[in-house]
């Protein structure tokens, strides 16, 4: 038989000896720096998401406010646990930017020693599936607040580990990718406000774009909802039983979580031969009419997918245009989205604790409603700008699953 060694399944080629087995304890050394605290003064506190989401910070307290709680100065360059969350990998690592700031007792520090561990190694083995099942191993107790990380039983855990060169070359390794995740997410953010932006200017007319001639474009034309369309209920008559198998429908949540509606989330009903419920087409507008907000009212999203048989939720109604060439679908996913459309659409809200919108006040707001060829000219600008935000999606998870995998391979 082959022996086995201690090392991962994917390594630089450049390490070849064994990882060995070594506790948290001779790996990092605590570090403890007690606050004395003054009661005028006031102090920035510090908290830890879950799920390697890092550091956040709260919002300052007075001494007095604190009391006789035991506080402690954040060090810089420390491996930082939150202990009633650790078992989510509540854990972070300190920059200078903390310098100053404090923690309570719940969130121990512990400072690498330079010739076992690099802090930065450590922070992404504890975001491993090896490093949580650890977190959980020194947790015990049972679920939420009760699964307490025990620091004696953190500083005894003990797990395989290269020296300190091999550990540097792989923290730098997934540091720069950590880096491309977060350019991409700053592109991706630069792009949503530049649509934002752009949105506005389009939709009040601040900026205008002209025809294939270079002429301007017909001035828009004030039109009631009600002059243009007809709204429709969705489905009636159901109950929880009749969920789950049958005929694909549009759910509440499809219509909230995008402008356009993803066919890949249909929820499914039974529907009867004899039943007389309306059917969703291309091109109808859905608007939710209930939420815990009044911000969230009135959320609308567009079908633009020919689907043969579909139907909607019963907590939203749908809006059909009498015309397509009056008001295209792809405009419409635009239109009823911009900040001026959304304002007016807030002040139908009506309630205390949820707040729902009447469809016979929406039928009488007024749109500044461009030409077709206008209509077509603003949905295919913004569209390529959503196509730039979907690409730098899609690139954001495909390189965290990436480096998922990796985290797998590269640690034992």
Known sequence: MEKQTNIPTLRFPEFANEWQLKKVGVLTERISNPVDVKSEVLYKQIGIRSHGKGIFYKDSVTGEAIGNKRVFWIKEDTFIVNIVFAWEQAVAKTTEKEIGMIASHRFPMYSPIATQSNLDYLLHFFLTRKGKSLLELASPGGAGRNKTLGQKEFENLKFLIPNVAEQTRIA????????????????????????????????????????????????????????IGVTYSGLSGKTKENFGNGKPYIQYKQIFDDSKIDISRFGFVEIGEKENQNKVVYGDVFFTVSSETPDEIGTA???????????????????????LDILSPHFSRYLFRNEFFRNNIVKLAQGSTRFNMSKVQLMKLIIQLPCLAEQTKIANFLSAIDDKINHCTTQIEKTQAWKKGLLQSLFC
């Open 172 to 227: 730098s390794f997934f540091n720069a990718i950590d880096q491309k995740i977060t350019q991409l997410k700053q592109k991706k953010y630069l792009l949503e406000q530049y649509k934002i932006g752009i949105m506005q200017k389009l939709f009040s007319q601040e900026i205008r774009f002209k025809d294939e001639y270079g002429k301007k474009f017909p001035e828009r034309v004030g039109k009631t909802l009600g002059d």
């Open 301 to 323: 999203s567009v079908l633009l997918d020919n689907i043969e048989e579909l139907y909607l939720n019963s907590f939203c109604f749908g809006y059909r245009a009498n015309s």
